[in-house]
């Protein structure tokens, strides 16, 4: 079974533009989780989406939304880039909502000048 | 609240030593532990997993990890050391609403 993929594997952007991240998780998988890495700040949620519906989301500013299609694929944008946008960001699938072990795609690195 | 502490953000074994990375935890409901590993530009790896059940879990590569409610521990141990293994390894739970909430990582070196 093929794993979680993202496109693109990377991106330079410049600041005030948009962004959009693409995610297709494990086939079969409904549940669709968006995380960003950075050095100093670790591992953070972004958001959580299942059947269409977002059904979490972490605490970072409305410049940040997704949203997930009939076949379970998720996008992600970002609005107005800022340069502490600069991360890499991972998608995570699993197979139902709630506490489902979560298996995540290569990442998308977005580098923002 | 749930929250993850990693003690050391970097260790250094030998090859063929014992790994050993350490996880505390903090959860208001019973937990369910993941460890992940991350190889340089690329994604995590789910390592092994604690839902419920036999409180020593064994995962892939060599790794294992106990659960222990009395310390709210849930350490990574590897018996013996291999250069690939070199990585960063990251404790995590995740909430009822199925979000994973992860420590700051460790890294770990393996020398020759």
């Known amino acids: 079974k093929a794993g979680v993929t993202q496109t693109p594997r990377y991106l330079i952007k410049t600041r005030g533009q948009q962004v959009t991240l693409s995610c297709s998780p494990i086939?079969?998988?409904?549940?669709v989780s968006w995380y960003q890495q950075t050095p100093g700040q670790g591992l953070q949620f972004l958001f959580e989406?299942?059947?269409?519906?977002?059904?979490n989301k972490g605490n970072f500013p409305g410049r940040f939304s997704g949203r997930q299609f009939s076949n379970s694929r998720s996008e992600m944008n970002v609005s107005t880039l800022e340069l502490g946008d600069s991360a890499l960001y991972l998608c995570?699938?699993?197979?139902?909502?709630?506490?489902?072990?979560?298996?995540f795609g290569p990442g998308t690195r977005l580098l923002v000048l | 609240a749930q929250s993850v502490t990693q003690l050391g953000s970097h260790v250094s074994v030998s090859e063929g030593a014992l790994v050993l990375l350490r996880c505390n935890y903090s959860?208001?409901?019973?937990?369910?532990l993941f460890w992940y590993v991350q190889y340089p530009n690329q994604g995590l790896q789910l390592l092994l997993k604690?839902?419920?059940?036999?409180?020593l879990v064994k995962g892939i590569n060599g790794f294992e990890a106990e659960f222990k409610k009395s310390e709210t521990s849930f350490h990574l141990t590897k018996p013996s050391a291999h250069m690939s293994d070199a990585a960063e390894y990251f404790c995590?739970?995740?909430?009822?609403?199925?979000?994973?909430?992860f420590g700051q990582g460790t890294e770990l070196s393996v020398k020759p």
């Open positions: 604690y839902t419920t059940g036999a409180t």
């Open positions: 995570a699938s699993s197979l139902e909502a709630g506490r489902e072990t979560q298996y």
């Open positions: 959860s208001s409901v019973p937990p369910y």
């Open positions: 989406y299942f059947s269409e519906t977002q059904r």
């Open positions: 995590a739970v995740i909430t009822l609403g199925g979000k994973l909430i």
């Open positions: 086939s079969g998988h409904r549940s």
